[in-house]
């Protein structure tokens, strides 16, 4: 029997995630709480229902339809009677065949132009029997994950050795404040990186950069240091704190209350890394 997966997004003509032009999958459920994730519906490891409350007129249909008042299942009931669609449910269960026949439609569109498909989320390392038969029905297109590289070193090696290429989060490098606010440790992030490193296999590091956080000169000298040298790295992505990231949080009944200053401007010293001869670049 096909395992299933959970998928929250598939965004196509995707030109920032992985080389060409690429179908992106968002898979659903993350181990980790970074305080500036901007993909909060990509966080819970089940189907959620999303409202846009900001333009509702209260006009009572979904209140009417609901068998569930006291706490949302997220059936859907809900999503076809409201007159102003504000209403969706976030997290679609695919078996790994039904998800790659449905991206393979795409397949001579995306090898034309030197693309293919990029797996991301959420964690999609959190997913990893999906991600294996995946994968298998995948093997005549390029293919891409973006990781926290969050997960154990055997998933982290065996899903890395079926893909083509690799986006890997290096958020910062001191471990106190890496548990902080992101609510993990990143020693086996570390550890997997190590095995990136050594593997052979092209990777970019992606970093997003938090004003106060992880952005210091400090911070990102240390990173450098961690990847001067490896020939399989093709590049450093700086990935700007962006204030909007906020914006989805009341749409799932949750609070963003980030600890540190959403106005501020991020530091964005990628000379920092072209001193160690790595390519850098920010999105």
Known sequence: MSEMGLIFDIKQFAVFDGPGIRTTVFLKGCPMRCQWCHNPEGISFHPQLMIS??????????????????????????????????????????????????????????????????????????????LHELLDYLSEIHTAIETSGYCSSEIFKSIITKVDYVMMDIKMKDRKLHRKYTGVDNEIILQNLEYLKSCCKEFAIRIPLIPGVNDTNENLTQTAMLLKGVKSLTKVEL?????????????????????????????????IFENFDIPCEVL
């Open 239 to 271: 990935l700007p704190y962006h204030k909007t990231a906020g914006a989805k949080y009341g749409m799932l009944g949750m609070k963003y209350n980030p600890d540190f200053d959403v106005e501020s401007t991020p530091n964005c010293n990628k000379e």
């Open 53 to 130: 409350t900001s333009s509702c007129i209260h006009c009572g249909r979904c209140s009417l339809v609901c068998n569930h008042p006291k706490k949302c299942i997220a059936c859907g009931v809900c999503v076809d009677v409201c007159p102003l669609h504000l209403r969706r449910i976030s997290g679609t269960y695919y078996t790994a065949l039904e998800l790659a026949e449905l991206l393979l439609r795409d397949k001579d569109f995306l090898i034309m132009n030197q693309g293919g498909i990029t797996l991301s989320g959420g964690e999609p390392l959190a997913q990893p029997k999906f």
